[in-house]
Structure formats: C-alpha cells, structure tokens
C-alpha cells in the first residue's frame, strides 16, 4: 500500500470472465477517465506540498528608503538574502513528512474508491439495460397472450357461450400490459441516456462483464474501505504526533547576507558613514510556544484518532452484515430461478399435449400458441433473475480491490 503508486486490478477477486481489469476501465467514458487521472496528479501534488511545507521559504528583498529625522538622514539601498529555517521540532519534521505519505495514501484511496463507484454505475446500467430488453421480450409475449385471449373470449361470446364482463376484462389486461410495454420502452431510453453519460461505448453491442462469489475472507481482506480506514488511521495518528511536537522546543538556523548599493550613507552629528561593504549574520534560536489551548487541541486530535479506530470496527461489522445479506439475496434469487426452470419444464410438457390436442382438433392454435409463449416468458424470466444475481454481485466487486506495489 505504500509503494510508489498504486494500481488496482480485478481478476484476483472475481473471476471477471468477459472483461479484464483495464477492459473495465475502457468502459467509462475518456472524459471521466480524465478527471480521474487529474485528481490523482492534484493528489501528488497537495501531498508533495504538505512532505516539504516544514521548509520555508528563502527571502530575497530590495529595500531603497530614507529617513530623516531632527538632524539625521539615512539613506538605504540594499539587497539581502535571509533564512530562517527550523531544523529540529521534537520530532515533528520526521512525522510531517511521515504524515503527508499517509495523505497520499488516503488519497489515492479516495480516488479509486470514486473509480469503483463510477465503473460500478456503468455496468449496472449495462445490466439494466439489457435486463430492461429482455422484460421488454417478456411483456410484448404478454400482449400476444393477451390478444389470443380476446380473440378466444370473443369468440365464445359472440357464440352466446360467454358473458361480457370476462371479454372487457380480457381487454382492460391487454390495455394496461401495453401502457406497462410503454413505461418500459420509457426506461430503456433513460437508460441509454444514462450509459452514454458514462461511457463510450455501445450499450446495444457491448459483451456483458460476467462475477463469481468469491469467499467471505477474500472480500473482507480486500474491501477497500477498510483499508482506506486504516490508512486514515495511521494518518491521524501521525497528526496527533504532529501536533503535541508543535507545542515541544523548535531549533532554528537563521542566516542572512546583505550586499548595499553605491552610496549608502548614513548621516549624524555633522558625520557622514559610508556604508557599501557586503555583511552576513548567522546564529540560531530556539523557541517553545505557551499556548493554553494547547491542551484541547491535542487531545482533540487524539480524540480523531481514537474514534478512526472505533469507525474501522464498525466498518468491518457492516462489511460482514454486507456480505451476509448478498448470500442471502443470491439465495432467493436463486430459488426464483429455479422456480422458472420448474414451469419452463412443466408448459414444455403442456406445449406438447396442447399440439397434441389441436393435431386432434380437440383444442384451437391459440391455445397452442399461449403455451408457446408462456414457455419463452419463464425463459426470459431466468435471463432477467441470472442479471439480478450479477447486480447483486457488483455490488462486491465494487468494495473489493488488489494492491499493485
């Protein structure tokens, strides 16, 4: 985690069959990908400005005055090079510098951690684009169904056989299963707008990314927001370190040298002094502030760090309460798969004695084609049910992660 940058990867946390790490990447749009790569150079740099912000600054002025007072008259005209450098804080040189790596760190953290929400966006919406055209597929095979059942019901009506009330019913379900086919043609566009916010790429052609489980161990040990939790940790406590040496003695170099110009002089009491030659000081100080609230500022950091602490417990126990509840929902889902497989099973066998019986003349091609289509709905559930078990999936690798040193 401190090597000289970091770079995360996929394919050790989740077999990522379709998609490689970088091909993840590509999915997000060249703009977005920009902005990443910018806020990781601004996180250089604030992180280099803070490692040397102990150094200060070399002085160079140029000072032309004169002052004349009762009988006296100074004129100066001077160039000076000064310093004034703390070379020992009690340590807090070495744990500033310790503590600006922590902030990169942390960082870089925070930025990947806005990558993996933006690539977690894109492909769910990837997902649920493509699970939008097959619930499409399914409520267009509803409305056929629908019809075959208006055509029947009218048929049995006009024959006197039929009461009316049951073919308006047939009609008013065709009518809303349509305004439903609506809604969802609505959705399909937001979500191609949605996708081309994001990416690139074509949502229609694009190969879909396919997520394995991975155990609980592998997933708690790469979850990136603990280890951003931790990294914060070593941060603050850094700064905690940082901010009792500032209370501790400081000892500090000071230099100066002073080149004066032609002509510098300096009058009084009827005398004139020549002041041209070049000088230089040198020596040191050493200063300790006595700030009363001192006190509650160091414990106030101490206070930070001490509750880092606490917040990374309790982001293991949400991780864990996280990874628990996914096992649960692919469960579930996978009984509804399962489920649909049973009644693709079970309208294979009713398609089959359904042609039967209208070889026979015994039942009508409407009834044939009903059970047709029932069959390719519970197919298409399965389809719709596998995409909800790789949403819930995503939702996993978003928190997980590899270390590159």
Request: cysteine-free.
């Given at each position: 985690?401190?090597?000289?940058?970091?770079?995360?990867i996929l394919c050790s946390v989740l077999a990522f069959s379709l998609l490689q790490a970088g091909d993840v990447d590509e999915l997000l749009s060249a703009l977005k990908r920009e902005s990443l790569e910018l806020q990781h150079r601004k996180n250089v740099a604030d992180s280099g400005e803070l490692e040397f912000s102990w150094i200060n600054p070399v002085t160079l002025q140029y000072i032309d005055s004169r002052n004349?007072?009762?009988?006296t008259t100074q004129k100066r005209?001077?160039?000076?090079?000064?310093?004034?450098?703390?070379?020992?804080?009690?340590?807090?040189?070495?744990?500033?510098?310790?503590?600006?790596?922590?902030?990169?760190?942390?960082?870089?953290?925070?930025?990947e951690t806005q990558r993996r929400q933006l690539i977690k966006q894109v492909?769910?919406?990837?997902?649920?684009?493509?699970?939008?055209?097959?619930?499409?597929?399914?409520?267009?095979?509803?409305?056929?169904?629908d019809r075959l059942d208006i055509e029947r019901k009218k048929e049995q009506y006009l024959s006197g056989d039929l009461d009316s009330g049951f073919l308006d019913q047939a009609i008013l379900k065709k009518n809303q299963d349509t305004l439903n086919l609506y809604v969802l043609q609505d959705t399909k566009a937001q979500l191609h707008k949605q996708f081309n916010d994001l990416s690139d790429a074509d949502p229609v052609t694009i190969k879909l990314p396919h997520f394995t489980l991975m155990d609980k161990e592998t997933f708690l040990k790469n979850h990136i927001d603990l280890v951003?939790?931790?990294?914060?940790?070593v941060q603050k406590d850094y700064f905690n370190t940082m901010t009792w040496a500032r209370y501790m003695p400081t000892l500090s170099v000071q230099a100066s040298y002073v080149k004066p110009y032609e002509n510098n002089y300096f009058f009084s009491g009827g005398n004139i002094y020549d002041l041209t030659d070049d000088y230089y000081t040198y020596g040191f100080r050493v200063s300790m502030?006595?700030?009363?609230?001192?006190?509650?500022?160091?414990?106030?950091?101490?206070?930070?760090?001490?509750?880092?602490?606490?917040?990374?417990?309790?982001?293991?126990?949400?991780?864990?309460?996280?990874?628990?509840?996914?096992?649960?929902?692919?469960?579930?889902?996978?009984?509804?798969?399962?489920?649909?497989?049973?009644?693709?099973?079970?309208?294979?066998?009713?398609?089959?004695?359904?042609?039967?019986?209208?070889?026979?003349?015994?039942?009508?091609?409407y009834d044939l084609e009903t059970m047709e289509n029932s069959k390719r709905i519970r197919q298409l559930d399965q389809?719709?049910?596998?995409l909800d078990k790789q949403l819930v999936l995503l939702e996993l690798y978003e928190k997980s992660y590899e270390t590159v040193q």
């Open positions: 985690m401190h090597g000289s940058k970091l770079r995360w004349e007072q009762f009988d005209r001077e160039f000076a090079i000064v310093v004034d450098q703390p070379i020992f804080k009690s340590g807090g040189i070495w744990y500033a510098v310790k503590y600006a790596n922590a902030t990169r760190h942390v960082g870089d953290l925070s930025i492909v769910a919406t990837l997902f649920n684009f493509k699970k939008n055209e097959y619930q499409i597929r399914k409520q267009q095979l509803l409305i056929e169904n951003r939790q931790k990294e914060e940790i502030p006595l700030d009363i609230k001192s006190y509650y500022t160091i414990e106030s950091t101490k206070v930070d760090y001490l509750n880092a602490r606490v917040m990374l417990n309790d982001k293991k126990r949400e991780a864990d309460n996280a990874y628990i509840a996914t096992l649960k929902r692919l469960d579930v889902l996978d009984r509804m798969i399962e489920l649909s497989k049973e009644d693709e099973t079970l309208y294979d066998s009713l398609v089959a004695s359904t042609r039967e019986k209208v070889e026979a003349g015994e039942m009508t091609v389809k719709i049910f596998a």
